[in-house]
Every structure is written in structure tokens, then in C-alpha cells.
């Protein structure tokens, strides 16, 4: 696995590079050989900031923790991060495990048991998408008080999506 350390509003000592990936290694046994591992440190007033992110096969892993101390901000994220990957692992297995059986042959029981803890969807909503400007999509998110929302862009003519981030500033995610 490689391991990219960096960091924002703060040099990365060679001890704590060497700290910081002897951990992330312990990770490798979920990961393919050549798999990229980004950890990008930093520091905002009194918050230590670790955030951890992973492209493997196709899925993007992230985990990011903000404490009082850089270690334990790392040590979190670490946790974080790989118990997204057996949540990852055990969908994975459960769906070839089901695909591997004809349906008359799949126990009721068995289903059961593993959708108690799969969050499900419980809502579906349809709405017609009116063409916006990001700073109109940015109001209507403030006024719904929601975590997202998703609108046509009125310059690009695309469906985005403008979220709330933990700092309290907006993000923005539109196609390529």
C-alpha cells in the first residue's frame, strides 16, 4: 500500500511520518499492494486534524477526526476508517453469498438476521430539478435546514449537489 503523508498549516516531522504510517500499515491486510492511502495533517487553532482517505477498486473510503491531540486524531481515524472497510467487506460477502443461491434456497431467518443493522431506505421523494445558481441552491439549504441539496445548475445545466460541511462552509459536487 502507499502511503502519502502531507501536511496543511503544519511540517510533518520524520518521527511523527514514521508514527503515522507504521499505523496506517496495519491497515494493508484490506488492501490490494497497490492501493493509495492519502493522510493529510493539519492544525486549525487548538483542533489536530487527521484526515484519511482511500480509493480501492473503485470505492472511496474517508475518515477524518478532530481532537485536541494530532495522535489521537490519527489513532480515530485509523479506527474509523477501517471499520468502514469490514462494513464494506461484509456487504460485499453477504451479496456474493446471496447471488451464490437460487432464491427458493435462501432462508427467511438468514435475511432476518443481517438487514437488522443495514440501514434501509424508508423514503423516496421526486421533484422536478428548476435551474439554479450555487448561491440560490446555498439559500434554499439554509431555509429547508437540510444537509444537502440537490439542484440544476443554471450556468452548466447539470444536476449538482452543494452539502453543509463541518466547518460551516458549503461543498459542491458536480459531474465530470
Not at 447539470?158 to 453543509?164: D, L, R, T, W
Amino acid at each position: 500500500m502507499n502511503i502519502n503523508i502531507s501536511g496543511k498549516n503544519i511540517t510533518v516531522s520524520d518521527y511523527l511520518r514514521r508514527v503515522t504510517g507504521k499505523k496506517a500499515r496495519k491497515l494493508e491486510r484490506y488492501f490490494k499492494p497497490d492501493t493509495e492511502m492519502q493522510v493529510t495533517l493539519s492544525i486549525e487553532k487548538s483542533r489536530h486534524i487527521a484526515e484519511i482517505t482511500v480509493v480501492a477498486e473503485g470505492v472511496v473510503l474517508r475518515a477524518e477526526e478532530a481532537t485536541g491531540d494530532l495522535y489521537s486524531s490519527i489513532d480515530v481515524a485509523l479506527k474509523k476508517l477501517e471499520r468502514q472497510m469490514r462494513k464494506h467487506r461484509t456487504k460485499l460477502a453477504k451479496r456474493l453469498h446471496e447471488e451464490a443461491f437460487s432464491e427458493d434456497t435462501v432462508y427467511d431467518y438468514y435475511d432476518e438476521a443481517f438487514d437488522e443493522d443495514e440501514p434501509q431506505i424508508v423514503r423516496n421523494k421526486k421533484f422536478a430539478l428548476r435551474p439554479m445558481t450555487e448561491e440560490d441552491a446555498a439559500v434554499q439549504l439554509e431555509l429547508l435546514g437540510h444537509n444537502f441539496y440537490v439542484f440544476r445548475n443554471a450556468y452548466s445545466n447539470e444536476v449538482n449537489v452543494i452539502y453543509k460541511r463541518a466547518d460551516g462552509n458549503y461543498g459542491l459536487i458536480e459531474p465530470e
